[in-house]
């Protein structure tokens, strides 16, 4: 038995199918009580796409002023190009799109970085970090202040395990041991070029 419905919503939903207007979801519906046979709904439709069709050829076609159609192309390929390119410095800004960088190789087994930033004159670096579950990073002493943000995963720095959110700043001459994932994760850290890898004997001696 057809599912009744008044005149009024069969034609506010008949003329939001015929403008484009309906989610898909809802399209769907309306398409398939179409196909069940109601004659009401399939005779507004008719009559909201003869309308629109109306509609669409009753504005006189415009052509672009010659620098107007010459800023549209311009801009749009060079959007087609920047989006394409890992690294891109316009105007003192630095765009770096993560899906266009590829990962590079740790200094240790199952550790990648991708390399977002250097600052040659002040002698950092800020860099993504990945690490698999298990990987263990080499202890280090900082030689100026290194900030962490953990992004994804968890990360045991020096005895305090971190979770996604969590913040680390390390201040000159302290030094990380310990640094591992159980799960595995990213973060970002902004960390000095100088900074010094040790041996498990040189942190052991220190600490």
Request: glycine letters at 10%; hydrophobic letters at 40%; a negative charge.
């Amino acid at each position: 038995m057809p599912v009744e419905h008044s005149l009024d919503a069969s034609r506010e939903t008949a003329a939001l199918h015929a403008l484009g207007a309906l989610s898909a979801a809802e399209a769907r519906a309306f398409e398939q009580h179409l196909g069940a046979g109601c004659s009401v709904c399939r005779r507004e439709l008719d009559g909201f796409r003869a309308v629109a069709d109306m509609l669409v050829h009753a504005a006189e076609p415009q052509t672009p002023r010659p620098a107007l159609r010459t800023r549209i192309l311009e801009r749009a390929a060079a959007e087609s190009t920047s989006a394409h390119v890992a690294v891109l410095d316009r105007e003192g800004l630095r765009f770096v799109r993560g899906t266009q960088l590829g990962w590079d190789p740790g200094s240790v087994p199952a550790v990648e970085t991708k390399t977002l930033h250097v600052d040659a004159h002040r002698g950092y670096v800020t860099q993504l970090v990945r690490m698999d579950p298990g990987a263990v990073l080499q202890p280090h002493r900082h030689a100026d202040v290194e900030e962490s943000y953990l992004l994804e995963g968890d990360l045991l720095v020096s005895g305090v395990l971190m979770h996604a959110g969590d913040y680390c700043c390390a201040q000159p001459g302290s030094f990380h041991r310990g640094v591992e994932t159980r799960g595995g994760c990213v973060f970002i850290t902004v960390c000095s070029l100088r900074d010094e890898v040790l041996s498990e004997e040189t942190v052991a001696g220190d600490g």
